[in-house]
């Protein structure tokens, strides 16, 4: 693997790239709907940052970072993903790597995701470079669209110690519903 990373923000021009990607990476969600266009539409999101990953100058993956109004601090990692071809390689560190870094170039304080119980790969990733790991089970934010269970990550990016997010809602029930 070569040291040659870039992102690129999605934007217009180069949406359906990060479409086609978006949905190869995440082959189980509707593909005709656009959820990267969808999701910057989203009331309670504060900031939404997505990009197309590049290395060498090849499209591989997407990533981004956003937050809640209600949760300043904290950045969310959004849509990231390395496409199958290119797993395996050390991309996907070095992808969440430089997402985290940008989460400090924008002077977040936490950096936060959160995932399925079936992704077991990225469980791995998310855990080698120790972020604490902690079940979602907010009964105020669950429904028939989301039957497994839910993992949010978390991650100081100063020299505090990193607090639980202890349930809080994050939205799920309503973004499932305005995509069903």
Not at 36 to 61: F, M, S, T, W
Not at 121 to 147: G, T, V
Not at 157 to 173: E, Q, S
Request: proline share 4%.
């Amino acid at each position: 693997m070569k040291n040659n990373i870039s992102f690129v923000k999605i934007n217009k021009d180069n949406l359906k790239i990060a479409c086609r990607i978006q949905n190869k990476i995440f082959p189980d969600e509707d593909g005709s709907m656009n959820y990267i266009e969808q999701i910057n539409k989203d009331p309670y999101r504060k900031e939404q940052d997505y990009y197309l990953v590049y290395a060498n100058n090849i499209p591989i993956g997407i990533t981004g970072i956003y937050s809640y109004h209600e949760y300043p601090d904290d950045a969310w990692l959004g849509w990231f993903g390395i496409l199958n071809e290119y797993r395996n390689q050390g991309y996907g560190t070095k992808v969440l790597n430089q997402t985290i870094k940008l989460a400090k170039e924008k002077n977040y304080t936490k950096f936060r995701l959160y995932t399925d119980e079936y992704a077991h790969e990225a469980h791995r990733l998310y855990e080698s470079i120790n972020m604490q790991k902690e079940l979602y089970d907010n009964p105020d934010d669950k429904d028939k669209y989301i039957p497994a269970k839910i993992y949010i990550y978390s991650l100081s990016l100063t020299d505090k110690p990193i607090d639980k997010w202890n349930n809080k809602n994050i939205g799920l029930k309503e973004q499932s519903e305005k995509e069903h």
